[in-house]
């Protein structure tokens, strides 16, 4: 069996194993609530935000993706022929999210990537052999919003809309050098066998003018004392991927979280893990 394989595997059973919350905690909610707690969910996996606390979370993500498709056209050399290349980068991101009230929170995103990209041994055109760059990557910042509370019955729905911001040049490997818009919804529901939330979203790429379907996604997410574990199936038009990954409370507002993403289409990056510290200021226990 591949690694990858395994990995995946491995971290399934890990989720479809967790324990039941503790004692203590899930008295001061409703079982439904229980997994997740009062919070409303952020765009980071696993994460929730409640009225008046403050989320501050440096990580660091890793992009690894042997068959990245391109086109020389899209670094300014005319030529739309396709093409697959090799990717590489490394990611410091800093994610601050503040909850203003129990309906709306805000989110605030911002990069710093060094990238390396090797074109396919077939493309002759202009194109370097090898682009390295390094610099601002994506800054974007969302406003969400739940338009009710979840109930023993009803699920809780929400908003969010985001702004990605012009950081990058024309044809460049790193940031964004147009606006980039989108908006989405979705829903969210705790069961006794854990939590889950489905949401979709449309984009505008101002750089292409064009709108289009944006990510999509369907969470799972369990409780189990100290520790949290979670499996996504993200996606956008055909780059998907699935990402398990787990979170363990060190106390005084202190969590460790890890990822890993895995492509599961083509297009989608191959290997992406994720590693960071969320630090909640406003003394968050449970």
Do not use: C
């Amino acid at each position: 069996m591949k690694p990858k394989t395994v990995s995946v595997a491995l971290l399934l059973i890990m989720t479809a194993m967790t324990l039941q919350p503790t004692r203590t905690f899930s008295q001061q909610v409703p079982d439904y609530l229980r997994d997740r707690g009062t919070g409303m969910p952020t765009s980071i996996f696993g994460t929730y935000v409640r009225k008046g606390e403050l989320l501050i979370y440096p990580f660091y993500e890793y992009y690894r993706d042997k068959n990245r498709e391109y086109e020389p056209a899209e670094f300014g050399l005319g030529s739309t022929q396709e093409f697959r290349g090799r990717y590489r980068a490394h990611e410091g991101l800093l994610f601050i999210g503040y909850g203003i009230s129990d309906r709306v929170a805000l989110e605030f995103e911002a990069a710093g990537i060094g990238a390396k990209f090797n074109k396919a041994a077939t493309d002759l055109s202009a194109l370097p052999a090898e682009i390295n760059e390094s610099g601002l990557g994506d800054v974007e910042a969302q406003i969400r919003w739940r338009w009710n509370h979840e109930s023993a019955r009803k699920p809780e729905f929400f908003n969010y809309f985001e702004t990605v911001f012009p950081t990058g040049r024309n044809n460049s490997l790193i940031g964004t050098s147009d606006w980039e818009i989108k908006f989405g919804g979705g829903l969210i529901k705790g069961y006794s066998w854990g939590t889950v939330t489905v949401r979709a979203g449309v984009e505008y790429i101002a750089a292409e003018k064009t709108w289009g379907l944006g990510e999509y996604a369907i969470e799972y997410y369990r409780r189990a004392n100290r520790f949290r574990f979670y499996t996504v199936l993200e996606g956008s038009e055909n780059e998907v991927a699935i990402v398990p990954g787990m979170e363990w409370n060190l106390g005084h507002g202190v969590f460790v979280k890890l990822n890993n993403g895995f492509g599961l289409t083509s297009r989608a990056i191959d290997f992406a893990p994720e590693v960071g510290i969320m630090f909640s200021l406003s003394g968050r226990r449970d």
